[in-house]
């Protein structure tokens, strides 16, 4: 699967599996931690070393854990990863692209009232 097939594979899912409050919530604190993480990963590790962007790996894998704990609130929760390339993939298309994309079409801020 191409990565722009992906990214509409994901999007066709993701309101679905996006529907409790409180996994909303913290989607939209932790997606921005991720993207610190990121940037506190990749800028040291070219310019610092590794050790230096071990922060930014730390921000990373405490923001995917606690999305994981949100997703597992959901009652349609996302398919299970078939490997580790799947897992990058759709971790990078998720925190770069579809959720941003589900916040800006307002899905985020519909799906957060509907579950009201």
Known sequence: MSF????????QHYDANHRNRNNLLIHILAVPLFWIGAINFVVPLVFAGLIHALGGAILMGLSLFAQSKGHELEANPPEPFKDLRDFARRVLAEQFVTFPRFVLSGGWWRNFNAAG
């Open 4 to 11: 722009s097939e992906l990214l509409e594979w994901q999007w």
